[in-house]
């Protein structure tokens, strides 16, 4: 059974499904090849949800960007992402009714998102249709920042990097990520 993009994955400048990989600008509309997207936010004393940063990555850039991190940082993700605990989550949702229940709490630490709070979400695609059995998940505040805490000096650097070359922040939100180190999974 096939799922559409979540409109939570659309791009906030255009309002619509990502076109192409940030780093080699392929066409992620053709279906050729699975892609991944991360959206950070930060809550504000209001409550709404401000984006930090939103990017679409294709599967083969992902992966260089993967081997540019240290051997004990991507063994530290892999733990983390690559375990059976996270897969069986993800599949549990996929059988319920995850459309209503993937961004109500992280799904490693199922704590909810507060106030002041950062959150990342995670899907990953193939053309306009969600991958079978990938039901998207919330990263909380609490797993960003031991992700953060477990990376190493030259994975961060790497990272800010990145960061930098694709991501540079609208200066608007540059306040609201001071107090944020640059992750992203």
Same mark, same amino acid.
């Given at each position: $059974?096939?799922?559409?993009?979540? %409109?939570?994955?659309?791009?906030?400048s255009?309002?619509?499904?990502?076109? /192409?990989?940030?780093? @080699?600008?392929?066409?992620?509309?053709?279906?050729?090849?699975?892609?991944?997207?991360?959206?950070?936010?930060?809550?504000?004393?209001?409550?709404?949800?401000? !984006?930090?940063?939103?990017?679409?990555?294709?599967?083969? @850039?992902?992966? =260089?960007?993967a081997? =540019?991190m240290?051997?004990?940082?991507?063994?530290?993700?892999?733990?983390?992402?690559?375990?059976?605990?996270?897969?069986?989550?993800?599949?549990? $949702?996929? %059988?319920?009714?995850?459309?209503?229940?993937? %961004? =109500? /709490? @992280?799904?490693?630490?199922?704590?909810?998102?507060?106030?002041?709070?950062?959150?990342?979400i995670v899907?990953?695609?193939?053309?306009?249709?969600?991958?079978?059995?990938?039901?998207?998940?919330?990263?909380?505040?609490?797993?960003?920042?031991?992700?953060?805490?477990?990376?190493?000096?030259? !994975? =961060?650097?790497?990272?800010?990097?990145?960061?930098?070359?694709?991501?540079?922040?609208?200066?608007?939100?540059?306040?609201? $990520?001071?107090?944020?180190?640059?992750?992203?999974?």
């Amino acid at each position: $059974m096939s799922q559409q993009i979540p %409109k939570e994955f659309y791009s906030d400048s255009e309002d619509r499904p990502f076109r /192409q990989c940030k780093v @080699c600008e392929c066409d992620l509309s053709t279906g050729e090849v699975p892609y991944s997207i991360e959206k950070a936010y930060k809550r504000s004393e209001e409550g709404e949800d401000v !984006t930090l940063f939103e990017v679409a990555i294709c599967l083969p @850039c992902a992966e =260089k960007q993967a081997n =540019k991190m240290s051997v004990a940082s991507r063994k530290y993700l892999a733990s983390i992402m690559g375990n059976q605990s996270f897969f069986e989550k993800r599949q549990a $949702m996929w %059988k319920d009714d995850w459309q209503s229940q993937w %961004k =109500k /709490q @992280c799904i490693f630490s199922e704590e909810q998102v507060q106030v002041h709070d950062e959150y990342h979400i995670v899907g990953h695609f193939q053309g306009d249709q969600l991958l079978p059995q990938q039901t998207p998940f919330l990263i909380g505040q609490s797993v960003i920042e031991e992700i953060q805490e477990h990376l190493s000096p030259e !994975t =961060k650097e790497e990272l800010d990097r990145f960061g930098d070359q694709f991501l540079g922040p609208d200066p608007t939100i540059r306040a609201l $990520m001071e107090d944020s180190q640059f992750v992203m999974v």
